[in-house]
């Protein structure tokens, strides 16, 4: 009887060891997740930001050939 006792002990201290191993896998999964995530919103942004200054630029050349052209005329 004590060596079943012992047995399921150890079984139950494996079972927790494994829990918490388990439990430490999922807790970095879910911050790999999350580093994930707010890197891909940086990226949004940053592209969002691109897009606005190629607008930007695309209307200063603009600008700048209806001055050109406008003081030619």
Request: a negative charge.
């Amino acid at each position: 009887m004590k060596k079943l006792n012992e047995s399921i002990r150890q079984l139950e201290q494996q079972q927790n060891e494994r829990q918490g191993y388990l439990d430490k896998m999922e807790q970095v999964t879910q911050d790999m997740l999350k580093t994930s995530q707010e890197m891909i919103t940086e990226v949004e942004q940053m592209l969002e930001e691109m897009k606005q200054l190629e607008q930007q630029r695309i209307e200063n050349e603009k600008s700048k050939l209806k001055n050109l052209f406008g003081a030619e005329a």
